[in-house]
C-alpha cells in the first residue's frame, strides 16, 4: 500500500446507505479494528494457552473545526441526539479503485468545545454493528 496524507481521509455519513455526506471540517481521525479473542486452551494444550476469534468491532473518531452549517456535521449530532444509526464510510483516500470501509454504526459520543477567542471543536466517535465491508470504492 502507497503512503497517504492525512488530509486525504474521510468520514461519510448516510441515512439509508445509498447517498452519503461528508462529515466536514476534519483535522484529526482514526479508524479502528478491534477483535476480542476467546481462550481455547484445553488439557490438550501442552501447558500452552490458545486462543481463538471471538467478536469484532470497528471504530472511528474524526475530530475538527466545528461548523454549525455542515450537513455531515448535522447529521452526526442528530443521530447522537436522537439515538438513531447512521451508515458510516470511512475512505482513507477517495479516488477509483481505493477501498474503503462501509458499516452501519452507532453513534458512541458526539462533543463540541471551545473557549473565547478560539473556533469551536467537535469530535464524534461510532461503533460498528454488524458487519464490515473493505471494499473497492
Known sequence: MAKMIGRHFTMEVSTGGVTYTTVGEVNTD????????????TNDS????????????TSGEVSGK??????????????ALNKTQLYCRFRPRTASGEKQFVFLANLANW????????????SVSVRSTGAVTYSGQ
Not at 46 to 57: F, H, I, N, R
Not at 111 to 122: A, C, I, L, N, Y
Open 66 to 79: 466545528y461548523d454549525s452549517g455542515n450537513a455531515g456535521q448535522i447529521l452526526v449530532m442528530a443521530a
Open 30 to 41: 482514526s479508524l479502528d479494528v478491534n477483535n476480542d479473542l476467546a481462550d481455547s486452551t
Open 111 to 122: 462533543k463540541t468545545s471551545g473557549s473565547t477567542g478560539d473556533v469551536r471543536e467537535f
Open 46 to 57: 501442552g501447558g500452552a494457552k490458545e486462543e481463538m476469534y471471538a467478536d469484532s468491532q
